[in-house]
Each structure stands twice: as structure tokens, then as C-alpha cells.
């Protein structure tokens, strides 16, 4: 470190502006020009928090020795500025800190202690379901239906607003919690009081929903976390990095001629899924930059949990500073952004930029159209190869090329059945959502009509889209195709994509068709977005329109007709694609910074309905026990200040043996719950018809719901029943073939813990907790996968459940294991550390001959602050009893 200690050290921005605190106070050990974007802001967070109780000067000793390729095995402490939850994770989020004020009560600790200490924003916009489409009231009565279903847990929303200090709610139909994050409450430098002087310092956040990243095409370091370390979070818990392994993506060229940044966000996630980001920050440098919009950064940023990383930031540049205005961003903040970016060395200079661990070159000139599908977004597909992608995933079910176009209304095996503008990934971006209205309205001008079998949408994630879209004549011509606006929320996307045409479904079921999805999305994972479209692509929103008129997917659209004309002639996407310059024209005519101020004057108030919903009284919640939404969870029964000791476990069953690229889709399904399933059950017991079942994710505030739902996906395969699809299991010893519910219900009952095995990247996708939380209440005890991705197994860390890896090379199969033995896992009680090697003894039964097979696994417990958290049972019983303590609780 530098000769004189930089904590404490203050300095001016200049005269009328705030003070910072100088990384140049670090000069001496950090190369800051050098250095990446990432690294500098973690610097600032230690170097500002330092000394003061929680992050101490040896944090700051090992972030400063951060050197390209070096490695290390340091915890960083971050302490983020804010937090952002939207309303599937937000209300579990609520139900918890509520069940932990009156854990606090019973611990003998003040519950009032139990309060945000962080600002927080809650947007709601997971709960809206296209349930009506493709005509002017659509919108109207999505929305009417919205607050039929959901009015109990709104209004839980309302009392935690009342309730919690530092927690603003943003309504129902405002717009997705990305998009509003980037166009309206992100401040990109945020300014504080402390000891009577304004200080200026880095706008930084995590959020309950694993596409918090979109943040960091502002240069706003963000990234998605579990609702658990949410909760710690904002009870004034710092969390811990391991030491920052920084992938630098270093760009040039330009995107050719009808490219758009949807391609090359699915380049970009197919390269760095190749390359293995899982748990590193990418960060974007070079001059190709320079010709790369905001929005279209966003794009990228956005999907940072495709590829995996857990950030993907970009540094600040004037492009930063045009994007601000342009969403109405005071002069006064564009100023202080520009002055603070430039003295604390995060603004980009021309050149190569900053130096990193690893390194990827990507000319941009290298981008062409593409989708990604059918089933991982991942799997990146140029244009042309469309059919041949489909054709690999469905072998032999495709009508021969040349067959008659299908007739109005008829649905065939690549039959696109849905077409949905949806999502923050693409609606944030003017470019390519003017592109989509330019071609709609070509499309419409030679007389082209969507197949009544497809179900369109637009479901934009801010009302500025519906604002600009209308301002610049487009509105109509969507809405002649069937794009009417159907809901400001995530709707498709996340699987609330609603009821097909009743015609459309039988014909599918009949004929057990393999239908497809094609929407501007992020995430097409299996089962996703609706049950009856086994293929789903994500794309642009141009070619989202493109494939509605097409209405199938083995289509070449590079050099097929995607229909005839008015004229009897054939039209050609290459007919309606519109040029660059007719989008920038288009843009620059409908958007300004005015049109942004309007369309957030009011962001927080709601309507008519929102304001008038009842909001509960008291400070501690009153559980309604005949609620089939929200219940007092049992995490915290029976709870005591000081935890059981951590012990062997011995006799574990296997309740599933899953495969490789498990989600927390296939773990937590978050849309429709079927009548037959134990959820669908017990919500009957209950009196709840089907009809009024909703969805699994609107149902995360009541645990009785989502621990019945757990492994609940209808296209989980378990290896344990050969792979049949569902969520199902055997029961050991027996061998008796039940639901997975059930078996777990049974173990727990004879006391006999259980296990789950896993092949790579389990728990990729959503930040879903309710994937650790409802593992942990069917009594698994441990996980061994042969790779996690990084939020699952941070969210099962937190919930007290270990996470365990195989050696590499090593997996269930290799070992010879078949799932029937008996598991205990050895070294727990006496040598439990961070990465320490454990061992499993798996014992077959009688039956199998008694074979005994001992293999030993990584402990993913990563840092030792993670040790404590599995000790003290999990991350909020952890911070519960140091609140219990600090309020005088013994």
C-alpha cells in the first residue's frame, strides 16, 4: 500500500460539486489507468467503507494487489448502494423480513430492528399474463385480470411500502424493473450526506432477478443475486466476492448492414459460453465502442446469466452521457457523472482499454442475423439455418420443403404459434423496436396478414415505447398484425405468455405436433414459455414480426417469400427490412428527453386500482391462516441463538439424479400448475378451482405451494424413472415410483435425509431462490453436481444447503453409481472449510450387493464467511441473531 493511509482521504469535484473519496489515494499500488472498470469500482466500495466496522483495511490490502491473471482466494466485501426487486421475488423477499420480525419477538429482540437499511425499489411486473391479445382492449383486460389474481399479494406489497423505510413500489402496468432501472432510477453516481458534506460515489445495486446486469451498460455495477442475500443485504450485510476474475471483450469494426444488437448479443453469448465466463465479470473495452449505442450495450448486459458471468459492464463515455439526456436525466447529473467518471478514471479513452485476465476479440463486422434455439440461448443459429436447427432437435416430424403453406388457422410441426415482442432484453431498445413497427408497417402496406394460429403480442418494458411508437405513426400498423399492446411486464418471456387459441391447443394435443415460440426474449429454456411450444427462439423484434407473417420456422427468410402480396407477388423479408437511416430518421423525430419525463412523472403512484386497495395495519404482519398466497414460512421456527452444531450426514436417499444444464426453471417452475401435480392438489383441499390457480411464480409467497412445486417442472427428467418427463422419483428402499413430493415428505417423516445428483451448470437461468428455499424444506441436505452456476449455488449456500462438486472427470456415471445406494458424506463435523475435499460413501442396498463406492467431492463452500453461514443454518438466520444480539436479545 501507498506510504500515507488512504482511508479517510477525501477530495472536491470542483466548485458547486459534491466531494469523493480519490482512488488516486491508491495511486501508488493500482496501475488505475490500467486497470479494469470493475476492479475500480469494487476499489472505491472497499476504500469508502473501510475502518468503519465491517470492511477493514486488509480488504483493501488484497483488492489492491488485484494483478491480470494473478488469481487468489480473497472475500471482498461489497456493499452495494441500493437494491431493486421485482414482485415474484419481492413478495418472498417481504413474507421473510416479516416472519423474521416476529422471529426477532420470540428471540426477545426488538422487531422494529428488522427494517431496510439500504434503499430499495420494487417494480411489479412478473404477474401480468397475456391472457387476452391482438386487439385494442387487450391491454385493459390483462390488467383487470392481473388485479383479480393478485390483489391479496399486492396488498402485502402495500403494507411492506407503509411498514419498511427506504422501499418504494412501482405498480402494477408501468413497465419491466430493467428497463425502468435504466431509463428512470439509475443515477450512475449516487450522492449522500455523511458528517454534514455531500459525497459523490458509484451508483451500485443488486437485485433479486439474475437480469439486474442490464444496469451495467450505464457503467452502474449491478448484478443479480438470490432473494436471501437480498434480504441480507438490505439488513446491512455486506457481501463476499471471491477475488475478481475480469474477462475483457475488446470490440472493433462495426455491425454490418442488417445486423442488429440482438445478433450480436447471441454471438456474444455463444462465444462466452464457449470460452467459460461462469463467475467472472466481462467487461467491454476497445474502439469499436465508439460506434456502439446505449441501448444496444443494454442488450448485451442484460444477458450476462445466458453466458454466465456475473456482470458484463461497460466503462462511461459520451455515449453514457447522450443516454442520460436522452431519457430526461437532469444537466445538473449528466455534469456530475462526466466530472466523476473522468477524475476517478473510469470514463474510456480511446485504445485497447483496460488489461484483463483473459481476453476476447470480437469484430463486430462479424455479426450476422441469427436466432437462438430451440432450446438454450446458447445455441445460436444464422438465419438460413433455421430449419436445419429444428430438423436437429425434432428429427423426422417437419412437412417435406416445398409442402403447401398450412391454411388459415392450421397448426403443423414447426407451426409458429407464438410471436411475442416481449421483454426488457429488446424493448429497451428504440433501434430495433422502431425496426420492428417500420417493418410491420411495410408489411402491412403490401397486404401481408399474420396465420390466425399465431398468437402475437406487445408487451413493451416502460410506457416510453408505447409513447415513441405512437409518436412515430407505428402503433397502428403493429396493431393491424396483431401486435397490440398487451401488458407492460415480462408476460412472455418468463412463461406468462397465457392460453393458446383452444383450436390451436387441441389441434397440438391431438396430434402431439411440435409447435414453436419465437419472441424477443432472453431465455427460451424447455417447458419456459408455454407448455404446448416445445421449440422456442429468441429474436430480434424485427424478425419477431418476420416469422409471425411466415407462421413456420423452417423458413430461409434470407431467400424464401414469407408470403404474397396484395399484388399476387411475392414478398421478401429483404422487401421489408428498413434501412439504418430510415430507423435513425424515425428515432430522431419521435424521442426525446421530454417524452421520458412524461412518461415517469408518476411512476410511483399506480392507478385508480393501486391506489385504492386496502393496505393492512401494524408494524408485524397478520397472517391470514386461510391465505392460499401468503403464509408465515417455517425458516425460522423454532430458532434459537445459537445453532445446532454441524454434524456428518449419514443415510442420505437420492431423490432425483438429474442431467446437465438443469434450470431453476426445471427446480422452480414459475408458470402454470397443473391440476394432477401436489400443488394443483393441495391448492384444491384448499378451495381453489383450476381456474384460479395463477402460476406457481405469483404463489411464491405461501411455502405450502412452492415445496409441493419443487422439481415440479413437467419436463424435469429424472434418471431414477429411465428419464420419463415430470416430477417424479423412486422411493427407497422399495423402489416404488412416486411424486417427488411425496417421497421427500416420506424421508423427512423416517428421519433419512436426502440428496440430489447432478451433471454440469446446475441451476442455470433465473436468480429464482425459491429453488434453494423449496430444496431445503423437502429435507435435501446436499447437492453434488459436477458444476453449479454461481447464483443457484449461492442461493443453496444461503438456505443451508451443501453444495458439493465432483472431481473433474468425475460424475454419478463414472463412478458407477445408480442413485438406489444409501449416501453419507464424511468430514463435516471435524474439517469443514472453504473448498475443503470431503468425502462420500455410497452403499448400495442388500439387494445390490452391498457394494460400497467412497469418491471424494469439492465442498462449495467458497469463502469462510460461507462456512459461517452453513453453520448458523443459512445467510438469514445468520444475520437474524447478530440483529437478536445487537437489540439485546440473550
Known amino acids: 500500500m501507498p506510504t500515507s493511509n488512504p482511508i479517510g482521504a477525501r477530495a472536491s469535484l470542483g466548485p458547486g460539486l459534491p466531494d469523493y473519496v480519490p482512488l488516486a489515494a491508491l495511486a501508488g499500488e493500482v496501475d488505475l489507468e490500467g486497470a479494469p472498470v470493475t476492479i475500480k469500482i469494487l476499489l472505491e466500495n472497499v476504500l469508502r467503507h473501510a475502518g468503519r466496522g465491517i470492511v477493514t483495511e486488509a480488504d483493501l490490502r ?8 494473478a488469481g487468489g482466494n480473497a472475500e471482498i466485501p461489497f456493499v452495494p448502494a441500493r437494491v431493486i426487486l421485482q414482485d415474484f421475488t419481492g413478495v418472498p423477499a417481504v413474507v421473510d423480513l416479516a416472519a423474521m420480525r416476529d422471529a426477532m419477538a420470540a428471540l426477545g429482540g426488538d422487531p422494529g430492528r428488522v427494517n431496510p437499511l439500504v434503499p430499495a425499489d420494487l417494480v411489479i411486473d412478473h404477474s401480468v399474463q397475456v391472457d387476452h391479445f391482438g386487439t385494442a382492449d387487450s391491454f385493459a383486460f390483462n390488467v383487470t385480470r392481473e388485479y383479480e389474481r393478485n390483489g391479496e399479494r399486492y396488498q402485502l406489497l402495500r403494507w411492506a411500502q407503509r411498514a419498511f423505510t427506504g422501499l418504494r413500489v412501482v405498480p402494477p402496468g408501468t413497465g419491466i424493473v430493467h428497463q425502468v432501472n435504466l431509463e428512470h ?25 439474475s437480469h439486474t446486469t442490464m444496469i451495467n451498460a450505464l457503467g452502474v455495477l449491478g448484478y443479480g443475486v438470490g432473494g436471501i442475500e437480498a434480504e441480507a443485504v438490505l439488513l446491512g450485510q455486506p457481501l463476499y ?9 475488446r470490440l472493433r469494426g462495426a455491425l454490418p448492414k442488417g445486423a442488429t444488437a440482438t ?4 454471438t456474444v453469448t455463444e462465444r462466452l459460453r464457449m470460452l467459460g465466463v461462469v463467475g467472472s465479470f466481462v467487461e467491454f473495452a476497445g474502439d469499436g465502442l465508439a460506434g456502439l449505442a446505449l441501448a444496444d450495450r443494454a442488450t448485451i448486459s442484460n444477458m450476462s446469466p445466458e ?19 436522452l431519457t430526461g436525466r437532469s444537466a445538473e447529473l449528466v455534469d456530475l457523472v462526466e466530472h466523476y467518471a473522468k477524475a476517478q478514471s473510469l470514463w474510456r479513452l480511446p485504445g485497447a482499454g483496460p488489461e484483463f485476465d483473459v481476453v476476447m476479440e470480437l469484430d463486430l463486422a462479424s455479426v450476422e442475423p441469427s436466432l437462438a434455439g430451440p432450446k438454450r440461448p446458447q445455441d445460436r443459429v444464422p438465419v438460413p439455418q433455421t430449419r436445419a436447427s429444428f430438423e436437429s432437435a425434432f428429427p423426422g416430424v417437419l412437412p417435406a420443403s416445398g409442402a403447401p403453406a398450412a391454411a388459415p388457422g392450421e397448426v403443423r410441426n414447426g407451426s409458429v404459434v407464438i410471436a411475442a415482442i416481449t421483454s426488457c432484453t429488446n424493448t ?4 430495433v423496436m422502431v425496426g420492428a413497427g417500420l417493418l410491420a408497417a411495410k408489411a402491412v402496406a403490401r397486404g401481408l396478414q399474420v396465420n390466425p394460429a399465431v398468437k402475437t403480442s406487445l408487451a413493451p418494458g416502460s410506457r416510453a415505447v408505447t409513447a415513441y411508437l405512437e409518436r412515430a405513426g407505428l402503433t397502428a400498423p403493429l396493431a393491424a398484425l396483431g401486435f397490440a399492446l398487451a401488458g407492460y411486464g415480462c408476460t412472455t418471456c418468463i412463461g406468462n405468455s397465457g392460453p393458446l387459441n383452444e383450436a390451436v391447443a387441441r389441434q397440438i394435443e391431438e396430434h402431439g405436433l411440435t409447435a414453436v415460440a419465437v419472441l424477443s426474449g432472453n431465455r427460451n429454456f424447455e417447458g419456459r414459455i408455454h407448455p404446448l411450444a416445445r421449440a422456442s427462439y429468441l429474436a430480434s423484434p424485427p424478425l419477431v414480426v418476420a416469422y409471425a407473417l411466415a407462421g413456420r420456422i423452417d423458413i430461409d427468410l434470407s431467400s424464401e417469400p414469407l408470403g404474397v402480396g396484395s399484388d399476387d407477388a411475392p414478398v421478401f423479408l429483404a422487401d421489408l427490412w428498413p434501412s439504418a437511416e430510415e430507423v435513425r430518421a424515425t428515432i430522431a423525430g419521435a424521442i426525446d428527453g421530454e417524452l421520458f419525463r412524461s412518461a415517469y412523472a408518476s411512476v410511483f403512484e399506480g392507478d385508480a386500482r393501486w391506489r385504492a386497495l386496502p393496505i393492512p395495519e401494524g408494524d408485524r404482519y397478520a397472517w391470514d391462516a386461510e391465505s392460499t398466497y401468503i403464509a408465515n414460512p417455517p425458516f425460522f421456527a423454532h430458532m434459537t441463538l445459537t445453532p445446532e452444531p454441524v454434524r456428518d450426514i449419514d443415510g442420505a436417499r437420492v431423490l432425483a439424479w438429474l442431467g ?40 411464491r409467497g405461501h411455502h405450502e405451494v412452492m415445496m409441493r412445486g419443487t422439481f415440479g417442472n413437467i419436463r424435469l427428467r429424472n434418471r431414477l424413472v429411465d428419464g420419463k418427463e415430470g416430477p417424479y422419483t423412486l422411493r427407497f428402499p422399495t ?4 411424486f417427488i413430493y411425496d417421497a421427500a415428505m416420506t424421508y423427512q417423516a423416517e428421519g433419512v435425509p436426502s440428496i440430489v445428483l447432478a451433471g454440469r451448470e446446475y441451476g442455470s437461468g433465473s436468480s429464482r431462490d425459491w429453488a434453494a428455499k423449496g430444496t431445503r424444506l423437502l429435507g435435501i441436505r446436499a447437492v453434488i453436481a459436477e458444476s453449479f452456476e454461481r447464483i443457484h449455488r449461492s442461493n443453496l449456500v444461503g438456505m443451508g444447503v451443501l453444495a458439493l462438486q465432483f472431481q473433474p472427470g468425475e460424475s454419478a456415471a463414472s463412478l458407477g453409481l445408480t442413485g438406489r445406494e444409501a449416501y453419507s458424506i464424511v468430514g463435516l463435523a471435524d474439517s469443514l472449510a472453504p473448498r475443503a475435499r470431503l468425502t462420500v460413501v455410497a452403499t448400495a442396498d442388500d439387494a445390490d450387493g452391498g457394494r460400497e463406492t467412497r469418491f471424494e467431492v469439492e465442498c462449495r463452500l467458497d469463502g469462510a464467511i460461507e462456512v459461517e453461514y452453513y453453520r448458523q443454518g443459512g445467510i438469514l438466520p445468520a444475520v437474524l441473531r447478530r440483529i437478536a444480539r445487537e437489540s439485546g436479545a440473550v
Do not use: C, K
Open 428 to 431: 429497451s431498445n428504440p433501434t
Open 307 to 325: 453466458f454466465g458471468a456475473t456482470a458484463t459492464i461497460f466503462p462511461i463515455d459520451d455515449e453514457t452521457l447522450a443516454y442520460l439526456r
Open 735 to 738: 423402489g416404488s415410483e412416486t
Open 660 to 699: 446437465d444444464s438443469v434450470t431453476t426453471d426445471h427446480i422452480s417452475p414459475a408458470g402454470s400448475i397443473a391440476a394432477w401435480s401436489p400443488a394443483g392438489a393441495w391448492l384444491q383441499q384448499h378451495g381453489v378451482g383450476p381456474l384460479d390457480f395463477n402460476s406457481y411464480g405469483a404463489r
Open 185 to 209: 432510477l439509475a443515477t450512475v453516481v449516487t450522492v449522500a450526506e455523511e458528517d454534514g458534506r455531500s459525497l459523490a460515489f458509484p451508483d451500485t445495486l443488486v437485485g433479486t432477478d
Open 263 to 266: 445478433d450480436l448479443v447471441l
Open 241 to 249: 466476492l471471491p477475488m475478481p476474475h475480469v474477462v475483457g471483450v
Open 62 to 69: 488484497r483488492l489492491a494487489g488485484w494483478r491480470p491473471g
